[in-house]
């Protein structure tokens, strides 16, 4: 581990609080208070902005079907929701007959070897366009793409190639998909000039991993925790998603700790343990003396664990307070509640920021039965804006608007050639898209998977919803306030959370919970 504590989060600090902590408001503002003042972003092709590009061809290939075509299906066909208009409408009308469209090689990246040959996009006599088929004229597919650079038009195909290899796994045509998928990996590079193909590139790596796995039962990949690790903290300094659920779970956290000498923090997934330093300092420096500390930090590595014990307890030293670190190596959806060293008279806290970076083959029930035996007096809960559960095909439409708009994100602000956005989207992002849409294979039951944690917590009558603070949306706007406003990130507060996102789209959800049983 690389450098110190001390300079990690050097520039923010808690905010202390000035009211008792309020856990029994129930009342939250009737609409969303929007902090950033970005006007609502149009349809800007020119711009190359995936996010918006998905959003067009997932519209036209499910709003613009002809009507007739679905005489011909099957009552049993999978089905896909579109979220715009309510609709559903079966997948097979994606996949059938005429609709799909003939494609040949086109132009491709590779790192050696063709040195970027040109290979034309084209369709077979007698197929038109997807758009133009599935919009039952030309005018929606000309309107679509008129103005599109070739490199825009390339993106767009490769898009709807990938949405059409999406369809065929989830109704086991692995033949099919497979042969998509050799398509897609020839004209696809992560290291290509737009951000569509780079995101093709990771999720046909992703496909491809779980075609094999639907095959052979292969399980998930062995992993590089230091790489991760290092590409977590790059993140972790080049955009705000990462301080943003630090610093407002810390101040969640502080309020609930107020007036308490003994503590007890668990941190479901601890990694380096970049949040902490900063809530270690005003704890430290609190008038009426800094409480005894007790951290249970869980993960998948030992030797990480140990490593950041080590670094938690030498800050903690220098502070002057009374620290205890116990590492479980174990993912959290593995741990109950003998694992965890409980001590009566300690003021429990539980942390969680959620990601996708390792398998999410174990059920849910397990970590909310854990939260429940654990009885906290806070649960801060930051989650991606993006659903775990339900079928292969709706965990890839998903996934796709989402890391979509985080490609997005990364590209409107870095060169393609940037090493730190190659990192961040090499270990980190195609790892997650990975997990989403690979690990488990056909077996990978959404029964399993909540689809959103504050949903399920909010239907439990062990918990009750703790709304963030105005200090927790201070926090969050002074760490939106480092990024000038061009770089596009939005704040929302509503409902009792924070929100963070890029433009339009909500990526990162900040909640605080509190345990009936912990009063």
């Given amino acids: ?124 006599i007698g197929q038109s366009n997807i758009c133009e088929n599935l919009a039952g004229s030309s005018s929606a597919a000309a309107a679509a793409t008129r103005g599109l650079s070739r490199i825009d038009e390339q993106g767009l195909s490769l898009i709807t190639l990938l949405l059409e290899c999406a369809v065929a796994i989830s109704v086991d045509n692995l033949g099919e998909a497979h042969r998509m998928l050799l398509e897609l990996t020839q004209m696809a590079s992560p290291y290509g000039p737009s951000c569509a193909e780079r995101v093709v590139a990771y999720f046909a790596k992703a496909m491809a991993s779980r075609v094999i796995n639907s095959w052979l039962g292969i399980c998930s990949p062995l992993i590089n925790h230091k790489s991760v690790h290092s590409a977590f903290q790059v993140f972790n300094n080049v955009c705000p998603f990462i301080k943003f659920a630090h610093f407002t779970s810390n101040q969640a956290i502080l309020e609930a700790f107020q007036r308490r000498d003994r503590v007890h923090i668990i941190d479901l997934d601890i990694m380096q343990g970049l949040q902490w330093p900063a809530l270690f300092h005003i704890l430290a420096t609190r008038i009426e003396g800094p409480p005894h500390v007790r951290m249970t930090g869980m993960g998948t590595s030992m030797e990480l664990l140990v490593e950041t014990g080590k670094q938690l307890s030498n800050f903690a030293k220098r502070l002057g307070m009374s620290f205890e670190f116990h590492p479980i190596a174990k993912k959290f959806g593995e741990i109950d509640v003998s694992m965890v060293p409980l001590r009566r008279g300690e003021t429990l806290a539980v942390h969680w920021l959620q990601h996708s970076l390792y398998d999410a083959t174990g059920p849910d029930w397990k970590t909310m039965r854990l939260l429940e035996e654990l009885a906290p007096r806070v649960i801060t809960l930051v989650e991606q804006d993006i659903s775990h ?78 709304p963030m603070s105005g200090n927790s949306m201070a926090q969050a706007q002074l760490i939106l306030n480092m990024f000038p406003p061009v770089h596009g990130y939005s704040l929302a507060q509503g409902d009792g959370t924070l929100k963070l996102g890029w433009k339009d789209t909500s990526l990162f959800t900040a909640s605080s919970w509190t345990s009936h049983a912990s009063r």
């Fill in 389 to 466: 559960g339900g079928s292969f095909l709706d965990r890839f439409v998903g996934s796709l608007h989402y890391y979509s708009t985080l490609f997005d994100s990364l590209g409107a602000f870095f060169p393609c050639d940037d090493p730190s956005r190659h990192r961040i989207e090499h270990c980190l992002l195609y790892r997650e898209i990975n997990n989403i849409l690979a690990i488990g294979g056909p077996a990978r039951s959404g029964e399993d998977k909540f689809r959103h944690w504050r949903s399920e917590l909010a239907t439990r009558s062990s918990f009750m919803q703790v």
């Fill in 1 to 124: 581990m690389k450098g110190g504590y001390e300079v990690v989060h050097g520039a923010l600090d808690m905010i202390p609080p000035h009211e008792p902590w309020d856990y029994s408001s129930v009342g939250f503002p009737a609409a969303p208070v929007i902090s950033s003042s970005f006007p609502k972003p149009v349809i800007n092709l020119e711009r190359n902005e995936l996010s918006e590009w998905v959003e067009h061809v997932t519209k036209q290939l499910i709003d613009d079907m002809p009507d007739t075509a679905s005489e011909s299906l099957h009552t049993d066909a999978t089905m896909v929701y579109s979220e715009d208009n309510n609709n559903i409408v079966p997948s097979s009308l994606l996949m059938g007959g005429d609709f799909r469209p003939r494609k040949a090689m086109r132009r491709s990246y590779f790192d050696g070897g063709n040195n970027g040959q040109e290979c034309h996009w084209s369709n077979e």
